[in-house]
């Protein structure tokens, strides 16, 4: 079982930049790919960047690359999102993600097994 908490979001400007930060309890967080996935008002939830669980594997969304970067420390249990250049565009509620299955990579929502409870960026244009 893993416990996400995730936070970091809130308003800023466009160009601005943000880091988001998921909190994980359990001590077999080292062996699931983790994620971001972002839901826009009126829209479904989608993968912004999934990160293996040893970071040999990044996913990044197309509109995303080269502005964000996820990254983890399994030593303090924790997954990251540094953001850049951000975008009206980035306006979501983001949501820390674990896989369901350890040593398995998918960047689709379905395959998630557990979620934080979601922290809110705004960019304003």
């Known amino acids: 079982q893993v416990q996400l908490v995730d936070s970091g979001g809130k308003l800023v400007q466009a160009g601005g930049s943000l880091r988001l930060s998921c909190a994980a309890s359990g001590r077999t967080f080292r062996t699931y790919a983790m994620g971001w996935f972002r839901q826009a008002p009126g829209r479904e939830r989608e993968p912004v960047a999934v990160?293996?669980?040893?970071?040999?594997?990044?996913f990044y969304q197309d509109s995303v690359k080269g502005r964000f970067t996820i990254s983890r420390d399994n030593a303090e249990n924790t997954v990251y999102l540094q953001m850049s250049s951000l975008k009206a565009e980035a306006t979501g509620l983001y949501y820390c993600a674990a896989h369901a299955m350890p040593f398995t990579i998918s960047k689709v929502a379905a395959d998630v097994g557990f979620w934080g409870q979601g922290t809110q960026v705004a960019v304003s244009s």
């Open positions: 990160i293996g669980w040893n970071e040999a594997y990044t």
